[in-house]
C-alpha cells in the first residue's frame, strides 16, 4: 500500500522560543551562526535581546589564529548587537609588546565609540590588568586609551552600577580622572560596586592625595569597594561614612608589601563608619604583610572584619613570627570573624596548638585554610573539636607543607583520618586535605 502520509517533522522545529534560546544561550559565536543558518525560526531566535547582554573578549597577546577569528566574532557581536549590552567584560591576560597594546588601543577606540552611540543599557563594565605603567604602553597608546576609555565612562555614567579596573595600575591624574568621568554629567557618581584594587601604580602614597579624597568624595551609594590600603585614609573612611553609610555593606582591602601601609588610621573614624552603616563587613588581604607590629597596627579592633587571608607567597623572613598574630591579634575578632586564609612559609615555627585555639575562640569561623608547616593530626584533631560541636567550620582546607620527598606515610595517615570522620566529612563538610613537597 502506497503512504501518502507526510514526513514526520523533527521535534526541534515545534521548540518553543523561549526553550530556543535557552539552548543558543550555551552555544559560543560560531555554534550560534550556524545555527542561525538552519531557518527562519532560528535566525529570529539568534536576533533575540536576551542572548547579547553578556558579553566577554579575550585578547590574546601572542594569539592563534583561532584566537584571532574568535576576537574578530565577538568583536563583530558586540558591535552588531551593542543595543542590547549590558555586561561587559574585557580580559587582556599578559600584554607583552608595544605593537600589541597599540592595536588594542586602536580596536578599543572603535568599540567603545560605537557602544557609547548605540548602547544605553550598559550596566556593569571590567577591564582587569591593563597595567599601564608598564613598558609596552607607550606615552601615546596610553594617553589616548585613558581619553577614550573616559569619554565612554562619561556617556554610561547615568546607568552604569559596576565597574571594575582591578590591575590598571594608573598614575594618580590619569586614575582619577578616570574615576571622575563617572560624575561629569551630575557631579555625583551611583556607582554601586567598584573594584579600584591595584588600580594605582606601585609605590603610590594615594591616602596623601587630596584629588584622589575630592575624587571618592563624588562617589553616592556605594555597596562594595575594593581596594588597596595605601588608599586608606581617616579622610577615606569620614567620605565614605558622609557618602554612602546607607548603601556600604563591604569593603575588600588589599595590602601587599610593595605598596606604602605605613599610615596611622584612627580606631574612631573605622567606629564611626561602623556605626553608621551597621551591615558593613571588612575583608583584608595581606601579601606578604607578615610582621606583627605592621598587622597590629593595620587591623584595629574598631573594625567589623568577616574575613582574613595572610599570605607568605612562599617568601621566607626571620622576622615572619606568626603566634603572637594568632594568639593576640585574631582572637580580637573571635565574635566577626567568619573567613581565615593562612599561607605561611613557618618551618621554623609550630602553630598547631594556635591554630586549634583559634578555631576554637572565633565562634562564627565557617570557613579555614591552612597552607603551613603543620603534623598530621593537626587535621585530626581539628575534625574531632568539630564532631564534638567545638566550632561551627563547614568549609577546612589543609595542605601540610613537608621537606620530606617521600610523603607516604602522611598520606596514609591522612587517608586514616578520612575514613575515621568519613560519614562528617560526606554530609556536612566541604574538606580538603593533602601534602606538599617544598623543594
Not at 1 to 6: C, K, L, R, V
Not at 138 to 166: G, N, P
Not at 178 to 184: G, Y
Request: hydrophobic residues 40%; contains cysteine; charged residues 25%.
Amino acid at each position: 500500500m502506497e503512504d501518502n502520509s507526510e514526513p514526520e517533522q523533527s521535534s526541534w522545529a515545534h521548540l518553543p522560543d523561549v526553550c530556543l534560546r535557552n539552548i543558543f544561550h550555551w552555544l559560543d559565536d560560531k555554534d550560534r551562526s550556524q545555527a542561525a543558518l538552519v531557518c527562519v525560526k532560528w535566525s529570529r531566535v539568534m536576533h533575540s535581546g536576551s542572548l547579547w547582554r553578556c558579553r566577554t573578549i579575550t585578547f590574546h597577546s601572542r594569539p592563534s589564529r583561532a584566537h584571532i577569528l574568535e576576537v574578530q566574532r565577538a568583536l563583530f557581536y558586540a558591535k552588531k548587537f551593542g543595543k542590547y549590552l549590558e555586561h561587559l567584560e574585557i580580559k587582556l591576560p599578559n600584554p607583552y609588546s608595544t605593537a600589541f597594546t597599540h592595536k588594542f588601543q586602536v580596536i578599543m577606540r572603535d568599540l567603545l565609540s560605537h557602544l557609547g552611540k548605540c548602547n544605553h543599557h550598559l550596566v556593569s563594565l571590567s577591564i582587569r590588568h591593563l597595567e599601564l605603567d608598564r613598558y609596552f604602553w607607550r606615552s601615546v597608546a596610553r594617553a589616548q586609551f585613558i581619553k577614550h576609555l573616559a569619554a565612554f565612562l562619561k556617556r554610561m555614567s547615568k546607568h552604569l552600577e559596576c565597574l571594575d579596573l582591578k590591575g590598571a595600575r594608573a598614575t594618580m591624574d590619569d586614575g582619577c580622572e578616570l574615576l571622575n568621568s563617572l560624575s561629569c554629567v551630575t557631579n555625583r557618581s551611583f556607582i554601586s560596586k567598584l573594584n579600584i584594587e591595584d588600580f594605582f601604580s606601585l609605590h603610590l602614597h594615594v591616602y596623601r592625595s587630596s584629588l584622589f579624597h575630592q575624587t571618592m568624595s563624588k562617589f553616592h551609594g556605594l555597596v562594595i569597594l575594593s581596594f588597596n590600603y595605601n588608599c586608606l585614609s581617616d579622610e577615606l573612611l569620614d567620605i565614605l561614612q558622609e557618602r554612602s553609610a546607607h548603601s556600604l555593606r563591604t569593603l575588600n582591602i588589599k595590602c601587599h608589601i610593595h605598596d606604602p601601609h605605613g599610615q596611622v588610621i584612627w580606631g574612631m573614624s573605622w567606629a564611626k563608619l561602623a556605626k553608621s552603616a551597621p551591615k558593613l563587613t571588612v575583608n583584608f588581604f595581606f601579601e606578604r604583610v607578615l610582621k606583627h607590629d605592621h598587622l597590629a597596627r593595620i587591623l584595629l579592633v574598631d573594625i567589623p572584619v568577616r574575613s582574613i587571608s595572610l599570605r607568605s607567597c612562599y617568601c621566607n623572613d626571620p622576622e615572619w613570627i606568626m603566634r603572637p598574630t594568632l594568639t593576640n591579634l585574631l582572637p580580637a575578632y573571635q565574635r566577626v570573624l567568619e573567613k581565615l586564609t593562612l599561607e605561611l612559609n613557618n618551618d621554623c615555627e609550630l602553630l598547631d596548638e594556635e591554630l586549634l585555639q583559634l578555631t576554637l575562640a572565633c565562634k562564627r569561623l565557617s570557613y579555614l585554610k591552612v597552607w603551613a608547616y603543620l603534623s598530621v593530626t593537626f587535621v585530626e584533631r581539628l575534625l574531632q573539636n568539630r564532631a564534638e560541636g567545638k566550632c561551627v567550620l563547614t568549609t577546612i582546607k589543609v595542605k601540610i607543607y613537608t621537606a620530606e620527598q617521600d610523603t607516604t606515610e602522611k598520606d596514609q595517615l591522612l587517608c586514616d583520618i578520612y575514613r575515621k570522620f568519613k560519614h562528617l566529612i560526606d554530609s556536612e563538610l566541604n574538606y580538603f586535605a593533602t601534602t606538599y613537597t617544598v623543594q
